[in-house]
């Protein structure tokens, strides 16, 4: 069977290829903190030794639209052409490309049907920055093939947040139980509180401080019950206008085990978001 | 209200170089042109295979028209479409993150909870 190399959970933080290739006058003052905290957290992948990648983000209105909105779909192909223009545009983020594992995409596409998670297969699929960007942070070489998983966090109506946990613990499960001798990272990335496009966006921090604080305590606490207690798809609303992306980060708690503490955590708070970084080792910590 | 227009205005605007370009420099015609010419067009049907039915409010051609995203916030239409685009129009015009600031000092005045963007 498959091991479980590691679990992460991160923010993607689209402008963080610009801060960190920037020079001179361009470079922003948080860069080279920022870059620091990168690569201690780029480390806890490597020492995992992973050969495969299963990847969960959403699609930000680039591939997947309104006239035909999946809940959550596994991306089965070859490769994954990556990065779209308007992403070019505004972040600068490179076009990539990343070779697929078609036999665990399609064994997560079987098991999770049977599971009971009705998931939508895309075999074209062009990534975005939610799975580039771990990319670019954990594993800029980017020379293991992915397993994009992308959720719905942007078109309502989603999922429930109790849909996303569930999700995690069965990926976890699925992967666990893949006839395989590979060793899985399954990495996932999402948001704190974060509003794009209302009056809160773009402040001094995060728009909820408060419950960044929190959310960074149930994420490294591994304590779903108390996350779930609280966080609902009404509740999301008020810390940001995004902060549904944050369902993502729960269905990381998912697949690294209720009250599985993280072996890793870190955050940055920056102008606009708290960025936060987490890893589990199922087989143990790594020396 | 036909969000879910706004949003194929904002989406297929924003993703076409061409397009970002007519918009900030001729909003009425490109509005009026695409309302024609796209609004109809199922994204991943042949052309002919159009749909019959689709058509902005006269309330969301203006606010189109006049590059008014506070009006189109107010109107449910995706707040990450409306400044995705938006940016790309008019950062340039603007020192850094001064653009997006100023769009949300625009919107000081609303409080939650913010209009409905289900579609």
């Not at chain 1, 019950?225 to 206008?241: K, M, Q, R, Y």
Request: net charge negative; glycine share 6%.
């Amino acid at each position: 069977m498959a091991t479980v190399a590691a679990v992460i959970a991160s923010t993607h933080h689209p402008f963080y290829y610009r801060a960190s290739t920037s020079a001179g006058a361009d470079r922003p003052p948080f860069a080279d903190e920022w870059v620091a905290k990168i690569e201690a957290f780029r480390q806890t992948l490597t020492r995992a030794e992973p050969d495969v990648l299963v990847m969960v983000g959403s699609d930000h209105f680039h591939q997947l639209w309104l006239d035909n909105m999946p809940q959550f779909l596994v991306g089965k192909a070859p490769f994954f052409d990556a990065n779209w223009y308007n992403e070019e545009r505004e972040f600068g983020l490179p076009k990539m490309r990343l070779a697929g594992e078609e036999e665990l995409a399609g064994y997560l596409l079987r098991e999770g049907l049977d599971a009971g998670f009705d998931l939508a297969f895309s075999n074209e699929l062009r990534i975005d920055h939610s799975v580039t960007c771990p990319i670019i942070t954990l594993r800029p070489q980017a020379d293991l093939p992915v397993v994009p998983v992308y959720t719905n966090i942007f078109a309502p109506p989603m999922p429930r947040p109790e849909r996303f946990v569930q999700l995690g613990r069965a990926i976890r499960q699925m992967v666990e139980a893949w006839p395989s001798d590979k060793r899985v990272a399954i990495i996932g990335t999402g948001h704190l509180s974060l509003e794009l496009g209302g009056p809160r966006q773009f402040g001094p921090h995060g728009p909820d401080p408060e419950f960044d604080r929190q959310a960074v305590a149930w994420i490294a606490n591994g304590d779903v019950d108390g996350c779930l207690g609280e966080v609902t798809l009404d509740s999301l609303h008020a810390p940001g206008n995004a902060t549904h992306g944050f369902m993502d980060f729960m269905l990381m708690m998912g697949a690294a085990g209720d009250g599985i503490k993280a072996d890793y955590t870190d955050t940055l708070d920056l102008f606009h978001t708290m960025e936060a970084y987490f890893t589990w080792y199922p087989q143990g910590a790594l020396s | 209200m036909s969000k879910y227009l706004l949003n194929k205005f904002l989406y297929t605007v924003d993703r076409d170089p061409e397009l970002v370009e007519r918009y900030r420099q001729d909003p009425a015609g490109m509005v009026d042109w695409w309302e024609r010419e796209v609004a109809s067009t199922v994204l991943n049907c042949t052309v002919a295979e159009k749909s019959t039915w689709l058509a902005f409010t006269e309330d969301e051609r203006r606010a189109l028209r006049e590059h008014d995203h506070v009006a189109l916030f107010g109107m449910g239409a995706h707040p990450f479409l409306t400044l995705t685009l938006f940016i790309a129009m008019f950062e340039r015009d603007h020192g850094p993150l001064e653009y997006q600031r100023a769009y949300a000092k625009a919107m000081e005045h609303i409080r939650l909870p913010y209009p409905d963007i289900a579609t």
